[in-house]
C-alpha cells in the first residue's frame, strides 16, 4: 500500500459544509448582530457600530467583572483540577486495597448532572442548617460555620471549590490512563539506578504525561470559559450584582430580557478571548512535549 | 454485483425513510400555525370539533411553566379533575423564582415556550416585556372574559383585547405580618410610622426573638419592600406619570431614597437576622410558626400557611399592617398578579383554552378559594368571598389606597429581579441606595430604548 497517497481535497467537502453551515455561519451571524441594535422589543434592526462593544468595556457596567469572573475561574479550576487530579491519578496508580472503589468513589461527581450537583451542595453550604455548617458547629468549630453562598467574599471560591469536586474524578481518570500506557521499564531502570519516588515523577511520569495534561488542560479551560450551569444552580451569578456572574450567565439574562445584541457582542468578547487563549495554550503545551 | 445491489437497495430505502421522516410534520402541518389556529377553531362547526377533540383528546398534554409558588397544590389536583372529563393531561412545570423570569423570556423570545405560561399582569409590562399581541392567544372572547374584574382585567389588556387570566388574589397586598400573640406578650402595638417600626422591632430583638423573616435569595421577596413607595406618589400624585413621560428619575426622589435606607438600615440593624441573605421564601410560615421570627412581609393568606405548617397555630393568630417604611400609612394596592398566558406558537391552543375555562368555573374558583389559604377573593365576580375578621379589620383600618410602582410605573415590573440584585448588592455593602435609585433610572431607560418608547428619544 503507498503510504504516501493522498486523499483527494472533495473527499473533506461533506464534513467541511456542514461544518461551515451548521457551526462557522452561526458563529459569523452572531458576530454580525453584535453590531446591531438587535432586541426582542422591536422588529427593527439598525446597524449601531461599535456601541455593544462600548457598553461592553464602558467603566459604568459590569460586565468587565464578568468576563475577568470567566477568565480567573477558568484558570483557577483548570490549575486545581490538574493538581489534584495528578495527585489522585498518582495516589490511585498504586497497589492499594479496593482501587477500583476508591477511583469509582471519586469519579462518581463527574457522572452526576451538574445542576442536581448545585441544589444539593446550596443545601449543604446553607449557612444555618447546611450539613456542612452544622458539623462545623457540632465539633465545636463555630468560627468555620461561614455564609459560604450568600457572602461577597466567599461565594465565588465556594462555587469554585463545589465545581473543582465535581470535576476532579473526571481528569483523574484521564490522567490515570496516561500514567499507566507509561512503560514499566522506565521506572525498573531508574529504580536500578537509585532513583527516588520523586525523581521519578519528576523525569518519567511527568515528562510522558504532558501530553495527557495537554488533552485535560484543554478540556477544562474549554469548560470553565463556558461554565454556566454549577454557577446557575448554586447562585444564579449573585449575591449582589455579580458576585459570581460569568459569561454565560450573563449572556442568558441578557438573551432572558430580550436584550439580544449585547448578549451576543458579549459571546463575540468572548469569542475572540477563546481563539487567543486556545492558540497560546497549545503552543505552550505541545512545546516540550515528549514522544515515547 | 450481488454486494452492490444489496447496498443500493439499502440506500435507497435509507433515502425513502428519511425523506418520509421529513414529510411527517407536513403532514400534521394542516393542524396548529399559530396565528392559523384560532381562525380554524373558529371556522370548524362545532359538532366536527367535538368529535375530533373527544379522539385527540387522548394524546394532548398541554404544558404549563410558571415560577414557584404561582400553581398551587389545589390547582393540580383540579388539574387531575380536568384530566378525567377531558382528556387532555396537564403537564405543570414550576420554576425555582430567581430562574423564572430568565426562563420565561428566553422561551418566548425564542419562540419554544410551553402551551400556557405564567407571568405577571400589568397593562405597562405584558406589552413591553412580553409582546402579548404577538406572543400570547387573544382570550377576550372566552365565556369566563366577561367574569375577570375590570381593574384585574384592564392589566391583563392590550389594545382593547384581554390576554390573560388571573391566577391568584389580586385585592391581597404585601403588607407586614405579625404574630398577634407575641406583640400581645411583648406589649406591643401595630407601628403606624418608621420610628415605631424600629422601636417594635428594638423590643422584640431584646426578647431574643428576630423580628423579620427576610429571604433575599429568592432574589424577588425583599423588593416586594419597594412597595412603600406608593410614599412618593402620595406625596407627588403626578410622580408615576413623570416617570413614564421621562420627566422625573428614581434618582433624587426623597421619599425612595429614604425608603431603600431604611431598608438597609433594618438589615444593619439586624432586625432581619443573620440568615436573611440565603432563606427561603418557602421556610416563612414554618419559621414564623415556630416562634423564631415575629413577622414576615407577606400577603393576607399567611395564617392559613403557617396553621398549615403548624396545627396548633391559630390562623387568626397572624395580624398584618402596612409597611411602614417612608412612615407610609396607605393600603398598598396592586391588581396585577401572576396570571395565565396561552403562547400563540403553542400547537394546544385549543386544549390551552379548555383548562382556563375550567379554571374560572363557579367549581374551580370555589374549590381554589377553599384550599388555598392567601386566596381570600379571586378576582372573578363569579368567585366567592372568604375574608376573615382579622383581615378584614387590616383593609378596613386603612381607608387610603395606593396603586404601587409595579402598576402605575413603566419599566418597572420587567426590571423586579435586577432591582432585586441591586438591593441584594446594597445590602452586602457593595451598592448604596443612591446607586440602586440610579441603576433603576437606568435599567427603565435600556428597557425603553429597546421598545422605542419616544419618551426617552
Known sequence: MNKNKTYPGYFAAGALIIYFVFFFLPGLIGVGYSFTDWSAYSDQLHYVGFENFKTVFSSDENYMKIITNTLSFTFITTVLKNVIGLILALLLTKSIKLLNMHRGIVFMPSVLSTLIIGMIFKSILDPKAGLLNSFFRSVGLEVLAKKWLVSSELAFGSVMAVDIWRGVGYIMTILIAGILSISSDYYEAAAIDGAGGWQKFRYITFPLILPTLATTTVLNVIYGLKVFDMVYALTNGGPGKATTEVLYTAVFKKFGTGQYAIGTALSSVMFVIMIFVGIYMIRIMTRNEVVE | ?457
Open chain 2, 1 to 457: 454485483m450481488k454486494k452492490s445491489l444489496v447496498a443500493s437497495f439499502l440506500s435507497l430505502t435509507m433515502i425513502l425513510g428519511m425523506l418520509s421522516g421529513c414529510g411527517q410534520p407536513a403532514a400534521t402541518a394542516s393542524a396548529p400555525a399559530p396565528a392559523a389556529d384560532e381562525a380554524t377553531a373558529e371556522e370548524a362547526p362545532a359538532a366536527e370539533e367535538t368529535t375530533e377533540a373527544a379522539d385527540a383528546n387522548e394524546d394532548v398534554t398541554i404544558t404549563f411553566m410558571a415560577s414557584q409558588d404561582w400553581i398551587q397544590d389545589a390547582e393540580m389536583e383540579l388539574g387531575e379533575k380536568f384530566t378525567e372529563e377531558t382528556g387532555i393531561k396537564v403537564d405543570y412545570q414550576i420554576v425555582p423564582s430567581d430562574q423564572y423570569e430568565s426562563l420565561l423570556m428566553t422561551k418566548i423570545n425564542s419562540g419554544e415556550c410551553t402551551d400556557i405560561f405564567g407571568g405577571q399582569s400589568s397593562k405597562f409590562s405584558i406589552v413591553t416585556q412580553f409582546d402579548v399581541e404577538k406572543n400570547a392567544v387573544d382570550l377576550s372572547g372566552e365565556s369566563w372574559a366577561g367574569n375577570v374584574e375590570p381593574a384585574a382585567a384592564e392589566e391583563l389588556s392590550a389594545g382593547g383585547k384581554l390576554y390573560g387570566q388571573p391566577i391568584q388574589d389580586v385585592s391581597a397586598c404585601w403588607a407586614v405580618a405579625y404574630n398577634i400573640k407575641m406583640f400581645d406578650e411583648l406589649g406591643l402595638s401595630i407601628p403606624t410610622n418608621y420610628k415605631e417600626f424600629c422601636d417594635v422591632c428594638e423590643k422584640i430583638k431584646a426578647a431574643g426573638i428576630i423580628p423579620i423573616y427576610e429571604c433575599v435569595s429568592d432574589g424577588w421577596h425583599h423588593v416586594c419592600w419597594t412597595e412603600a413607595a406608593v410614599a412618593a406618589t402620595k406625596a407627588d400624585p403626578g410622580y408615576p406619570d413623570a416617570l413614564n413621560e421621562n420627566k422625573a428619575t428614581f434618582e433624587g426622589n426623597k421619599e425612595l431614597t429614604t425608603m431603600f435606607s431604611q431598608l438597609k438600615e433594618m438589615a444593619d440593624k439586624g432586625y432581619m437576622g443573620d440568615n436573611y441573605m440565603s432563606n427561603q421564601y418557602a421556610d416563612a410560615p414554618a419559621s414564623i410558626a415556630s416562634g423564631e421570627y415575629a413577622m414576615v412581609l407577606y400577603n393576607q393568606g399567611l395564617g392559613a400557611e403557617v396553621n398549615a405548617a403548624d396545627p396548633s397555630f391559630d390562623a387568626d393568630n397572624i395580624g398584618y399592617f402596612v409597611n411602614p417604611l417612608c412612615d407610609n400609612q396607605a393600603l398598598n394596592v396592586n391588581y396585577c398578579g401572576p396570571s395565565r398566558f396561552i403562547f400563540s406558537g403553542s400547537k394546544n391552543i385549543d386544549a390551552a383554552k379548555k383548562y382556563l375555562e375550567f379554571m374560572a368555573s363557579d367549581e374551580s374558583l370555589a374549590y381554589m378559594t377553599e384550599n388555598v389559604g392567601k386566596f381570600n377573593q379571586l378576582p372573578y365576580t363569579n368567585a366567592p368571598s372568604a375574608y376573615s375578621k382579622v383581615v378584614q379589620d387590616f383593609y378596613d383600618r386603612y381607608p387610603e389606597k395606593i396603586a404601587v410602582f409595579q402598576a402605575s410605573v413603566k419599566y418597572y415590573n420587567p426590571a423586579w429581579m435586577d432591582i432585586g440584585a441591586d438591593m441584594s448588592a446594597m445590602f452586602l455593602g457593595e451598592m448604596t441606595p443612591d446607586e440602586v435609585l440610579k441603576d433603576i433610572d437606568k435599567l427603565r431607560a435600556e428597557q425603553a430604548a429597546a421598545a422605542s418608547d419616544p419618551a426617552w428619544k
